[in-house]
């Protein structure tokens, strides 16, 4: 099918076979590889992106259900030049390492603490305890997006 | 060697700072390009037949089905590969692909381009295989008794000798898997000349290098391998995965092909941390002085070689940990099974073996009546001391005594701990009352070398190129996340006297090996090849211009430029390239593994606390506090990093993580049911570095990656311990450990 949706404040389209994901489309058809693959069930975060609103994995979410969709990705975080405060913050405390769940985390934080400005520490280790990360042990994130939320 | 420290220069990004690193705005903007992300104009798509037999013999294997659909541009075997049919960095006993007999399951058997992913994975289904099924080795026991050993490390220090205080204790280590979040990727782009350049998830582009040009048989520089992003590697790129694969695929059908592995794939694509069962004897006077250390070691390498050899070294020499003991007896085998090939993963061998010797140690302090730290405060191997194992004299700080006094200062966290969810085991699955809950303390300490050991010629290459804009580091080592390139430009700056340092990338034609990122050896080996290199090329210039300083302008002699860089570099770029290599090391004797095997130590000590639940068998990890002998913190903020997430690697394999492995098949290969930790089971972490200078290092740093895991995973399990009374000789610890 042909696809359209609004990606990142851009009209886009793609051709979709069947059982593609939106993470497929993104990453193969729209050349947007920022958002990664490591899981392929959901588990671990890295492709998150923000869909209609909502923070979705976007493996688990057919490209064929996003017809006419808005969907913001890492590539949108920055506006003009300018990086996202939460991936500001993630640079300068040292949160990012191998980098590979970096833009899962950047896209999930800057949703959370968008709707949560002053969220505590547990509440935002709770809300972003689906998204993985193997080289950090949080410690650096945590501090990157508490200093944000004090 | 001797570094020369009184040549530091003040300079903005210079060592000991926290300088941001020069990728991390491109890992937050998503534009940084990860294997799995590398484009070619015209790539076809490979995929793998992975065998799902542990062990079989191939009877038929027909491509011609998979070959004759539209889109697929090639199907390769076994028989396709025009080198050497097997490959391995130690020994070339591993099959490119299943040469007749599977040997693990999920070996690869065929692989196939294509168009597009989706076709070659269907492709993958149409070949016809049948396979006639054998009977796996999967007991390492029996293993060892059918003589299938990959390697065996002998050690006899001292006469037998005997104690008052006897402890004697089984132990087990699960099969951990390293995770990364990047899979295995690459991609193979021809040059039409025959040759091609590969970019490929690797610890190690020369070592795979060598062997790719052999299974391809064409010569070295036909292929150039190239450092490329990396989601994370802990152990599991020293070994090759889609290497050869690649090139097979390229060079048939003359087009770029790209790989990506799922996650399925990527649990049976790389090497494991091995398995291990251990059983100790220590005999003890009875104010708690070790007399005796008798242990064998028994570690399961799957099918291949891989780095086994090394593996055991390190579990074997390691086998005491930092004591002191003048009668030691440690028999350590790797033995060949048809279970998932085992290989290197953080803290190789030693993290084996601390969690059995630490056991140990705590189990001696109460047979003799005294608190854990003070058993090993009697203990503690220092500067100076034989190696117990090995008999090695330690050269160089060794602060031991240090690191468990910083530790001890940490103040405990306070009792209780509140009834958020968070807080309790069990989480937000509100589970556990906090009236249910008991608290532990655990305490471990650990000892690592530093380096290649036993002999190997272990080196670095480094270029420093001085140009018009500034200048350049050449070398082929490969960043994996861990901030080895900023610690590097951090060390130029501060020989260089300039901030305008920049690291490229080079491919392995361009410069000689760097070595392998692992074994926490870049930051020091690397490390040492830059600073050795920007000495040398500081001093050419200064002395060519009669000058006393250097920096971002040019040559000064005191107040005056006497040079700008256009001038110094009038006939071009001035290049200084170093092959650094750390102190000699020899083989142990084959008897008795006596010898100088090792270059360097770190240690590092662990506390514990935890809250566990005892009906339920859950625990939450409240605090970890550390002690970490850093040699000198070149980047602070990337030390911490380090040790924080090296914790948490320990932390999983204390509670949680662990391949389910059933007659050689991995039953739970996928992060639904191989269980990392969140950050809803990350505990606080307070650490304190411990600064001494190393051996050898550029400006005394030692490498920081592999302690924190080494010694974190005992003190965990010490912890539960202290609030269960389990016995516990086993990890991860299970619910059921606990509860039943």
Same mark, same amino acid.
């Given at each position: ?16 076979? *069947? ?22 069930? &959901?588990?671990? &975060? ?52 191998? &980098? ?13 603490? *968008?709707?949560?400005? *002053? ?19 949080? &410690? ?11 | ?20 690193? %020069? ?7 998503? =534009? ?135 402890? %004697? ?14 899979? %295995? ?45 990396? $989601? ?85 020499? #390691? ?35 601390? #969690? ?83 608290? $532990? ?104 211009? =009669? ?48 010898? =100088? ?13 935890? =809250? ?129």
């Amino acid at each position: 099918m042909q696809l359209r949706l609004e990606v990142n404040g851009e009209s886009r389209s793609a051709t979709v076979a *069947g059982a593609a994901s939106l993470l497929d489309v993104l990453r193969d058809e729209l050349n947007m590889p920022g958002s990664k693959g490591a899981c392929e069930q &959901g588990e671990c &975060g890295s492709c998150s992106v923000v869909l209609d609103g909502e923070l979705v994995c976007s493996c688990l979410v057919m490209a064929a259900d996003c017809h006419g969709s808005t969907v913001v990705t890492v590539e949108g975080l920055a506006r003009e030049g300018e990086l996202h405060p939460v991936q500001r913050a993630l640079v300068d405390a040292g949160g990012v390492q191998c &980098g590979f769940c970096t833009p899962g985390f950047a896209v999930a934080a800057a949703h959370f603490l *968008g709707a949560h400005p *002053g969220a505590s520490p547990d509440e935002i280790r709770e809300a972003l305890a689906g998204n993985v990360c193997r080289c950090t042990g949080y &410690g650096a994130i945590l501090r990157a997006l508490t200093g944000l939320a004090g | 060697m001797t570094v020369d420290t009184a040549r530091t220069v003040e300079v903005r990004g210079g060592i000991g700072e926290s300088v941001a690193r %020069e990728d991390g705005v491109p890992k937050v903007t998503g =534009d940084f390009a990860y294997a799995s992300d590398l484009w070619a104009d015209g790539m076809l798509w490979g995929a793998t037949l992975h065998a799902p037999h542990a062990r079989a013999r191939i009877s038929r294997l027909d491509v011609a089905p998979a070959l004759a659909m539209a889109g697929v541009r090639a199907v390769l075997t076994q028989d396709d590969v025009p080198g050497a049919t097997h490959f391995g960095q130690d020994e070339a006993d591993q099959p490119v692909l299943a040469d007749g007999e599977v040997r693990y399951w999920g070996e690869p058997v065929a692989v196939v381009a294509a168009d597009d992913p989706d076709t070659a994975r269907r492709a993958v289904g149409a070949i016809v295989v049948e396979y006639e099924q054998l009977d796996p080795l999967v007991d390492p026991e029996e293993a060892l008794d059918q003589g299938e050993v990959l390697r065996s490390v002998r050690i006899r220090r001292g006469e037998p000798a005997s104690g008052e205080v006897v402890v %004697e204790g089984y132990y087990e280590v699960g099969q951990q898997d390293q995770a990364p979040l990047g899979t %295995e990727a690459g991609l193979a782009i021809p040059d039409g000349e025959g040759g091609l350049d590969l970019y490929v998830t690797s610890q190690w582009t020369h070592v795979d290098h060598r062997q790719i040009v052999a299974c391809l048989g064409v010569a070295g520089d036909m292929v150039r391998q190239h450092p490329t992003g990396i $989601g994370g590697a802990f152990g599991a790129r020293e070994d090759m995965s889609v290497h050869v694969h690649l090139c097979l695929l390229a060079l048939r059908t003359g087009r770029p092909v790209k790989m990506v592995y799922d996650r399925a794939e990527s649990f049976v694509g790389h090497v494991h941390r091995h398995p291990a069962r251990m059983w100790y004897r220590h005999e003890a006077d009875p104010d708690g002085r070790l007399v005796r250390v008798e242990a064998k070691v028994l570690i399961d390498g799957g099918p291949y070689l891989t780095t086994s050899g090394a593996v055991i070294g390190n579990a074997s020499y #390691f086998a005491v940990g930092p004591y002191r003991c003048g009668s030691v007896h440690v028999d350590g085998h790797a033995v060949r099974t048809n279970n998932p090939p085992a290989g290197a993963m953080r803290g190789f061998g030693a993290v084996q073996t601390c #969690f059995a010797y630490e056991s140990q140690m705590d189990r001696l302090a109460a047979a003799v009546g005294l608190d854990p730290v003070e058993l090993r405060r009697r203990n503690l191997l220092r500067s100076g001391d034989p190696m117990p194992t090995s008999g090695q004299v330690i050269e160089g700080p060794l602060p031991v005594d240090e690191v468990l006094d910083e530790l001890a200062a940490i103040p405990l966290p306070p009792e209780g701990g509140g009834d958020h969810p968070f807080s309790l085991p069990g989480g937000t699955g509100l589970t556990t009352p906090r009236s249910v809950v008991r608290r $532990g303390v655990g305490f471990a300490l650990g000892l690592k070398n530093i380096a290649f050991s036993e002999g190997y010629d272990d080196y670095a290459d480094a270029e420093v190129v001085l140009t018009p804009a500034g200048a350049e580091i050449h070398s082929a080592a490969v960043e994996v996340g861990q901030g080895m390139i900023t610690a590097c430009r951090q060390i130029a700056r501060s020989v260089l006297g300039m901030e305008r340092v920049a690291w490229v990338p080079a491919d392995t034609s361009q410069i000689g090996s760097a070595g392998s990122t692992s074994a926490s050896r870049q930051t020091q080996m690397t490390g040492g090849a830059v600073h050795d290199a920007a000495a040398g090329l500081r001093d050419e210039v200064l002395a060519r211009f =009669d000058g006393d300083r250097l920096d971002d302008r040019g040559v000064w002699r005191g107040d005056e430029l006497v040079a700008d860089l256009d001038t110094v570099c009038a006939d071009g770029p001035v290049r200084h390239r170093v092959r650094f290599r750390h102190p000699d090391t020899e083989p142990g004797d084959p008897e008795t593994g006596q010898g =100088d095997t090792h270059a360097d130590f770190a240690v590092a000590a662990h506390r514990a606390v935890v =809250d566990v639940d005892p009906e339920l068998g859950l625990v939450r990890i409240v605090r970890i506090d550390t002690a970490q002998d850093v040699g000198k913190a070149l980047n602070p903020q990337s030390v911490i990093g380090q040790i924080e997430g090296g914790i948490m690697q320990g932390v999983g394999l204390a509670i949680m993580e662990e391949l389910v492995v059933d007659r050689g098949v991995i039953r739970n290969g996928n992060f639904t049911d191989y269980l990392l930790p969140t950050f809803a089971d990350a505990p606080e972490v307070r650490a304190v570095l411990v600064e001494e200078g190393s051996r050898f290092g550029p400006f005394g740093a030692k490498g920081v990656g592999e302690p924190p895991t080494i010694s974190s995973t005992p003190a965990i399990v010490a912890a539960i311990r202290d609030a269960t009374g389990r016995d516990l000789n086993r990890v991860p610890v299970r619910p059921q450990d606990i509860c039943l």
